[in-house]
């Protein structure tokens, strides 16, 4: 019995300290304190779905969130669900990430279009947005401008129409289909929609 106890004794110390080291790295990460930029959130960008998603990925961490360390002499594992590996909140961890790039990638398109650079362009040079960062996103030093005024950013643009971004992998690839198929799929995303298009995929 006392070897016994012993071990579980030596098991608790090594258990604690791997689940403080995974927590205390685990809460530097950028989901907490997560919100969408001001670009991201105009109507005019078109990103209101990528930016509920990463909210409802970020609701559903703060759920799994450990405060405090179960009482390991009653239970071998902590409520987290550390395993001494990682919890249950790394389910959340990495989908975020993933959303948050793409929807990187989507705000990049969305600058990339012509009718878009042609109005900042033109905002530019009647002094309307003439700003360092807006030359250098004309100048294509970066693929965002920073925006200070988006107001007055999405009434100059409102009449140009926002990019849709479509992920072949997330709704196409995987699905045990041609290639006929898909390119049948993907005219009828590109049909349902009277926004410009952009295609990217994300590699497997």
Known sequence: M????????QYKSWYQKRHDDWWQQAKQHEIWLWHAPTLSSLAVV???????QLQDIQRQAKVHLCEKLTNLDFSAQCHCGFDGFKATLSNHLEPFEQQKNEMQQ??????RQAGIREQIQQAY??????????????????TVPEIKDS????????SVAPVKSINCRTYFVGKNMGATRFIGNLNEAISTTKLTVTIFCNKP
């Open 106 to 111: 989507q705000l990049v398109a969305f600058f």
């Open 151 to 158: 107001v007055l950013f999405e009434k100059l643009l409102a």
């Open 2 to 9: 006392g070897n016994q106890v012993d071990f579980y004794q």
């Open 125 to 142: 040079h009647e002094d309307v947005l003439n700003t360092p960062s807006i030359r250098d996103y004309l100048n294509e030093k970066t």
């Open 46 to 52: 078109g990103l209101q779905a990528s930016i509920q």
